[in-house]
């Protein structure tokens, strides 16, 4: 449980406040979170689809990523009311603003771990 008062959560909460960076960071940010929104970037995905395609990613996880990603009105969660039940995630309008900041933040991350990896190679020899 995480002290609400104390010295290092009103920091973030200042900077989460008073930062649109740090507040985007703070939606996007997390392990899991990326990886679930580069595959619902390419359309609406049912839960077992989006749990297949992100190796690793434990059951308890998945559900408590996606909850936030809902509550934080970045995707949608759909049930059909069907035998056995149905459900379905997609990315809500406004999570869908959010496109060519991930593409950005991909691309920028691509190149970066390119050069990192050079460097290092280039270095060991």
Known sequence: MRKYTSTNALNE?????????????????????????CRLMHGTMRYGEL????????ERMLVAQLRELESDGIIERKVYPEV???VEYEMTQL??????????????????????QLH??????
């Open 13 to 37: 909460k200042m900077i989460i406040d008073s930062c649109g960076m740090a507040y985007t960071l703070g939606v996007l940010g997390g392990r899991w979170k990326p990886a679930i929104l």
């Open 51 to 58: 749990k297949k395609s992100i190796e690793g990613i434990s």
């Open 84 to 86: 056995p039940p149905r």
């Open 95 to 116: 999570g869908l603003t959010m496109k060519s900041v991930l593409a950005t933040m991909s691309d920028w991350g691509n190149m970066h771990r390119s050069l990192v």
């Open 120 to 125: 290092t190679t280039e270095t060991a020899e």
